[in-house]
């Protein structure tokens, strides 16, 4: 099992551009999370997503963000009009049945210029 | 919503002490404590976890410790190793299907030898 895989594990924009991170859950899971983790801060949860839905995305700011998880594919979280603010590390975590345990990804470190 | 408050922020301790990491969360329906460790530029890896009906468990060197009256939760680590020093996280979710993991800031670990 490869585990959960994000891509790319590095992103640089440069402000107004759009960043699109991917992620890949681990076989088998089909519940997704994204979260983003500014420096030296912990982890804040953005949304959750099944195939196909979204579940709650009460951590997703309002506007420039979205996220989806297609029937066939990776999870997506696009972020449009990137600010310099927007630069942190985004991680994605799977789980099997979507409560409990949740499986990290490596992360995309996005730097805005 | 929930939130977490974890003490200390940083910890500094010699190799073969112990350390212990303290987390308190505000939500009663909260019955899913998991504790993650994250090494620099790496994805947060699940430690341990403890669910709200067990009061103690205990994994080799790391356990944690739930008292659910005072809302409060510990990891401990006995005999400290170098290999130990990382960032270590708590969170808290009632576990219900798709519910989001609520984190701390995070406690900062450094075993010198």
């Known amino acids: 099992n490869a585990g959960v895989m994000q891509n790319p594990r590095h992103l640089v924009r440069r402000r107004g551009q759009e960043a699109r991170l991917r992620c890949s859950p681990m076989k088998g899971h089909s519940h997704v999370y994204w979260y983003r983790q500014l420096p030296e801060e912990g982890l804040k949860f953005m949304v959750y997503l099944q195939k196909e839905n979204i579940i709650d995305e009460s951590g997703m700011p309002k506007e420039r963000f979205s996220a989806e998880f297609p029937k066939e594919g990776p999870s997506i979280l696009r972020i449009q009009q990137v600010v310099r603010g927007d630069s942190a590390a985004y991680f994605c975590a799977s789980s099997p049945d979507g409560g409990g345990i949740q499986y990290f990804g490596a992360g995309t470190r996005l730097s805005v210029l | 919503g929930e939130n977490v408050e974890q003490h200390p922020s940083t910890l500094s301790v010699q190799e073969g002490d112990s350390a212990v990491i303290k987390c308190t969360y505000s939500d009663s329906a909260s019955n899913y404590f998991p504790w993650y460790k994250q090494e620099l530029g790496k994805r947060p890896q699940l430690i341990i976890d403890i669910r709200s009906n067990v009061g103690e468990k205990k994994d080799q060197r790391i356990a944690v410790t739930l008292n659910k009256t005072a809302k409060h939760f510990s990891l401990h680590i006995t005999e400290t190793q170098p290999e130990d020093s990382a960032v270590y996280f708590c969170?808290?979710?009632?576990?219900?299907?798709?519910?989001?993991?609520?984190f701390g800031k995070g406690t900062t670990l450094s075993v010198s030898s």
């Open positions: 969170a808290a979710t009632p576990n219900q299907a798709g519910t989001a993991l609520i």
